[in-house]
Nanobody
Framework: QVQLVESGGGLVQAGGSLRLSCTASGSVISIATMAWYRQAPAKQREWVATIDRRSGTTAYADSVKGRFTISTDNAKTTVNLQMNSLKVEDTAVYYC??????????WGQGTQVTVSS
């Protein structure tokens, strides 16, 4: 089993920065990729960024490219999302997701990010 715990959400003014963290525990070795998603009120959940836990390869949604950076710690058990130049439209609940080998996904509980104008 894998458990994910997110932290780091909060309230920030537009143009500011926040750093989200997601720490995995349990069968961490089974995790292939870790990703961040977000869901704004009355909208569908959307993908934000992904990092391959072994290669370090990253990918970003166009809406956050150049502003957000996904990374892992040395132990590769924590994935961070550094969010800079935040916009009001970045307001959402942010979720961490781990994709496991040979299959299956695990989601965190979510953390609220609110960007004020």
């Amino acid at each position: 089993q894998v458990q994910l715990v997110e932290s780091g959400g909060g309230l920030v003014q537009a143009g500011g920065s926040l750093r989200l963290s997601c720490t995995a525990s349990g069968s961490v070795i089974s995790i292939a990729t870790m990703a961040w998603y977000r869901q704004a009120p009355a909208k569908q959940r959307e993908w934000v960024a992904t990092i391959d836990r072994r290669s370090g390869t990253t990918a970003y949604a166009d809406s956050v490219k150049g502003r957000f950076t996904i990374s892992t710690d040395n132990a590769k058990t924590t994935v961070n999302l550094q969010m800079n130049s935040l916009k009001v439209e970045d307001t959402a609940v942010y979720y961490c997701k781990a994709r496991r080998i040979p299959g299956g996904e695990v989601w965190g509980q979510g953390t609220q990010v609110t960007v004020s104008s």
